[in-house]
T-cell receptor, first 114, second 111 residues
Framework: KAGVTQTPRYLIKTRGQQVTLSCSPISGHRSVSWYQQTPGQGLQFLFE???????NKGNFPGRFSGRQFSNSRSEMNVSTLELGDSALYLC?????????????FGPGTRLLVL | AQKITQTQPGMFVQEKEAVTLDCTYD???????LFWYKQPSSGEMIFLIY??????QNATEGRYSLNFQKARKSANLVISASQLGDSAMYFC????????FGTGTSLTVIP
């Protein structure tokens, strides 16, 4: 079974631009979560989508948005990029089955904002 | 509060020795799951081990075992027979409405 995939793996943008990141979860996983990881703030939860609906949201400004499609693939969009948005963005697919929960991460997208 | 605490920013271990990475958590949920992830310098978060709060036995996965002490709200990761490839950041996490992560422990395995 294929793992979580994220595209692109690396991205360089300039301030003020917008960016869209994509995540395809493990087949059968309907929950997709996004995280931002920076050296200063560590791992921070952005939001979670389940069956095309945002189920949970972290404490990020409205410039950060996401969506999920009927095939469970998810996109995250960041508008009006700021230097502080430079980070590793991790996507994870989550499954609760038989009383056991699993969450697997993709390889991440490294975003550099200049 | 839903805090995960990893008190060891950095740890060193001799190759082939065992090492314990500490993790304590705070929750009022009666049922929850605890996870450990490894993050090498490449950045990918690799799932290592899971422990459910109602599991009677401590979880084990190969060289990884989780020392779960529910009353102390502690979920320490034990890595046996350390290998050079174990050098990485290790994160403890608790599942809830979202995943709550600790700040991580950087493990360095010395040859």
């Amino acid at each position: 079974k294929a793992g979580v995939t994220q595209t692109p793996r690396y991205l360089i943008k300039t301030r003020g631009q917008q960016v869209t990141l994509s995540c395809s979860p493990i087949s059968g996983h309907r929950s997709v979560s996004w995280y931002q990881q920076t050296p200063g703030q560590g791992l921070q939860f952005l939001f979670e989508y389940f069956s095309e609906t945002q189920r949970n949201k972290g404490n990020f400004p409205g410039r950060f948005s996401g969506r999920q499609f009927s095939n469970s693939r998810s996109e995250m969009n960041v508008s009006t990029l700021e230097l502080g948005d430079s980070a590793l963005y991790l996507c994870a697919s989550r499954l609760l089955a038989g009383g056991q929960e699993t969450q697997y991460f993709g390889p991440g997208t490294r975003l550099l904002v200049l | 509060a839903q805090k995960i605490t990893q008190t060891q920013p950095g740890m060193f271990v001799q190759e082939k020795e065992a090492v314990t990475l500490d993790c304590t958590y705070d929750t009022s949920d009666p049922s929850y799951g605890l996870f450990w992830y490894k993050q090498p310098s490449s950045g990918e978060m690799i799932f290592l081990i899971y422990q459910g709060s109602y599991d009677q036995q401590n979880a084990t996965e190969g060289r990884y075992s989780l020392n779960f002490q529910k009353a102390r709200k502690s979920a320490n990761l034990v890595i046996s027979a350390s290998q050079l490839g174990d050098s990485a950041m290790y994160f403890c996490a608790r599942a809830g409405n979202q995943f709550y992560f600790g700040t991580g422990t950087s493990l360095t395995v010395i040859p």
